[in-house]
């Protein structure tokens, strides 16, 4: 069946560095993909998407593009923040379907 | 515009009480689903429903039953809780025929405790 995989946290990091957070996905057709955020005490919320292959989902800095022939959806963004410090999630939803698969989720700390 | 509503916020449970906790929302999405966040463990899926009248298991179905009379409302009822399931649950709802969009959105948790 259709999977998300993204790399294990957590990931710490000082501020202004550089982000990448990575996620391959197996499914068959063509899903949309997603990154979701969670900040602490709250429920996950929409980063970005892309819908199809080599669209670039962006939002507040953060970007990820649609590879189809490498399966992935990695997150990006060139200069982090303190607020950034969350749980990301990269999902894929299945082709002309319901289902939303999500990754295990990253744990991201940003340092002052 | 709401969104997706969930109560209560926090609950604390005695082992072996019931309950139901309750999952609104507004946005005519037909897809509904509920999932429990327990730590290092991302989501997990534990029964969802595709419309009215229409529910399925997900990945970790036991010890909870589900209901969708409504396209609005899905609640997800503890039979008899455990300790084990002490969780933070979500409610989040996708997809409408009316407007393709497979984003999900997601209620604030339910922080639960079974003591």
């Known amino acids: 069946g259709d999977s998300v995989t993204q790399m294990e946290g957590p990931v710490t990091l000082s501020e202004e560095a550089f982000l990448t957070i990575n996620c391959t996905y197996t499914?068959?057709?063509?899903?949309?993909l997603f990154w979701y955020v969670q900040y602490p005490g709250e429920g996950l919320q929409l980063l970005l998407k892309?819908?199809?292959?080599?669209d670039k989902g962006s939002n507040k800095g953060f970007e990820a593009t649609y590879r189809k022939e490498t399966t992935s959806f990695h997150l990006e963004k060139g200069s982090v923040q303190v607020s950034d410090s969350a749980v990301y999630f990269c999902?894929?939803?299945?082709?002309?379907?319901?289902?939303?698969?999500f990754g295990a989720g990253t744990r991201l700390f940003v340092k002052a | 515009n709401a969104g997706v509503t969930q109560t209560p916020k926090f609950q604390v449970l005695k082992t072996g009480q019931s309950m139901t906790l309750q999952c609104a929302q507004d946005?005519?999405?037909?897809?509904m689903s509920w999932y429990r966040q327990d730590p290092g463990m991302g989501l997990r899926l534990i029964h969802y429903?595709?419309?009215?009248?229409?529910?399925d298991q997900g990945e970790v179905p036991n010890g909870y039953n589900v209901s969708r009379s409504t396209t609005e409302d899905f609640p997800l009822r503890l039979l008899s809780a455990a300790p084990s399931q002490t969780s933070v649950y979500f409610c989040?709802?996708?997809?409408?025929?009316?407007?393709?969009?497979?984003?999900?959105?997601f209620g604030q948790g339910t922080r639960l405790t079974v003591v």
């Open positions: 429903s595709v419309g009215a009248g229409i529910t």
């Open positions: 499914a068959t057709g063509y899903p949309s």
């Open positions: 989040a709802s996708s997809y409408s025929k009316f407007r393709r969009n497979t984003e999900a959105f």
């Open positions: 946005m005519n999405h037909e897809y």
């Open positions: 999902a894929l939803s299945e082709t002309g379907g319901f289902k939303t698969i």
């Open positions: 892309a819908t199809k292959a080599d």
